[in-house]
Each structure stands twice: as C-alpha cells, then as structure tokens.
C-alpha cells in the first residue's frame, strides 16, 4: 500500500494543525513498514517558502504594532496599557524560530521513512498539460503531475491514497478519477483516510 502526500500534509504536522494526529499516525505507520510513503520533491521543499512568506507577513506586524505602540506610548494615560501589550509583541519572532524547527523535523523525518519523486522531464512535461487543461497553479500542476508520473511506475493492483486538504484543485471530478483508474483513492479528511489505511492493513 502507498500513501501519496504533498505539502499541506507536511505543514499538517510541522505546525500541529487540525489533522496533524491522523497524519503523523500514516507517517508512523510508514516508519513501522506497515505502509509505503511517497511525496514529490517539491513537496519538501514548498512549506520553507510558505514559512518565509508567513515569516515576513508577521515582521510587516511587528514593525506597524511597534510603531502604533511608540505613538500610543506617547500619551501618558495610555503607558500601562501600552506595557502590558509590549511581551506579545516581543513573542512574534520566537513564533518564526519555532515553526522553522519543527518544519526542518517533519521534512528530516518524511525523507528518512519515505520515497522522494524526482521532478524529471516527464513530470514536467505533464505539469505544462496539466496548468493548460486545469488551470492548476503552477506548483500544484508540478505535484499532481509527479504523482500521476509515478502512479504509471506502480503495480495498478497495489492500493493507494492521495492525501491533501486543497480540495478546491485536487477533487476536480476529472483528477479524482484519473487517480482511480491508477487504484488511487483522493482524500481530504486524513482523519477518515487512515482510518481506510488501517481497515486494509486488518485486511478481510
């Protein structure tokens, strides 16, 4: 059995969101040999440039609360109130530090345990078709084309899921089913996804 992952599965659990049990329970499943982990390259390497852009959004925060504070501190009969806000505003940096370690453990992690795609000609050759026919942005083209590449590699007897929350691109009736010809089920809610994992693994 593969479980096919991308991006938002890694940040799922870099940064201990709402499904972030269910996922890191596939991972163990995969660390246990019970399951085969595979995610494009490209999915290792996105969730550092959505850190950063989270990263400068937040230091866009702190300069514009810092410089309100400098004006409110200003008036005398605001001074208490401005104290007592200063310590959440000195925590936003060590928000960055932390999510940038737990990130650099989870991909650490994921390429020890899992199978990395490589990006080749014929991913990428797919991806072009796949952001001209589904208007896919580019790095979703680059992931959905990587897994189809390596679902034709695979045994089409072998059951697989692809895990990912972004079901406004990957549940397009047309990707669902071009998964399923391949004997790979999409799933959005890793929660009722593990749950199938574990009801195969018990078999019949």
């Not at 899921?161 to 406004?168: D, L, Q, T, V």
Request: neutral net charge; proline residues 4%; glycine residues 4%.
């Amino acid at each position: 059995m593969i479980a096919y992952v991308e991006s938002n599965f890694v940040l799922e659990i870099a940064m201990g969101q709402e499904f972030s049990q269910a996922a890191d329970e596939i991972v163990n499943l995969a660390e246990d040999g019970e399951l085969k982990l595979v995610f494009p390259s490209f999915a290792a390497c996105e969730p550092f440039t959505t850190l950063e852009h989270r990263e400068r959004e937040r230091n866009r925060l702190y300069n514009s609360l810092t410089e309100h504070l400098r004006q409110l501190a200003r008036s005398v009969s605001n001074r208490a109130d401005v104290e007592s806000l200063r310590p959440l505003l000195l925590g936003l940096p060590q928000i960055g530090q932390r999510e940038d370690v737990r990130l650099a453990l989870t991909v650490e992690r994921l390429l020890t345990v899992g199978y990395s795609i490589p990006f080749d000609l014929d991913s990428f050759s797919l991806s072009r078709e796949l952001r001209r026919r589904a208007r896919l942005s580019g790095p979703d083209a680059i992931i959905l084309a990587a897994i189809l590449t390596d679902l034709n590699r695979q045994d089409p007897t072998e059951r697989k899921w692809f895990f990912s929350r972004n079901w406004r691109d990957f549940a397009a009736p047309w990707i669902v089913e071009r998964l399923r010809s391949r004997n790979c089920r999409y799933v959005e809610n890793f929660i009722n996804g593990l749950a199938e994992i574990r009801t195969a693994l018990a078999g019949p």
